[in-house]
């Protein structure tokens, strides 16, 4: 069975880091480029299924769209 999963990808100075939504526990990935950084997370997410089973992904509450925006801080 395949669930699609929710990826935030973000662009650092030296690569990119991406980590999935609606996961127990931490699942992160790193990378040189865009689609590496994607890789990792979807690789590492399948071995945290099988190590703790179904139940990490998160049933109760599903993430429908994610949204960025940006705000101004006062310092």
């Not at 069975?1 to 699609?4: E, G, K, P, T």
């Not at 925006?69 to 101004?72: F, H, I, K, L």
């Given at each position: 069975?395949?669930?699609?999963l929710k990826i935030i990808v973000e662009?650092?100075?030296d690569g990119y880091?991406?980590?999935?939504?609606g996961i127990q526990g931490v699942v992160l990935g790193e990378g040189d480029t865009y689609?590496?950084?994607v890789a990792d997370p979807i690789s590492a997410t399948e071995f945290?299924?099988?190590t703790f089973g179904p139940e990490v992904l998160d049933s109760d509450s599903?993430?429908?769209e994610v949204f960025i925006?940006?705000?101004?801080v006062t310092m």
């Open positions: 069975m395949i669930r699609a662009q650092h100075p880091i991406a980590y999935p939504l689609d590496k950084a945290h299924i099988e599903p993430i429908l925006t940006e705000a101004g």
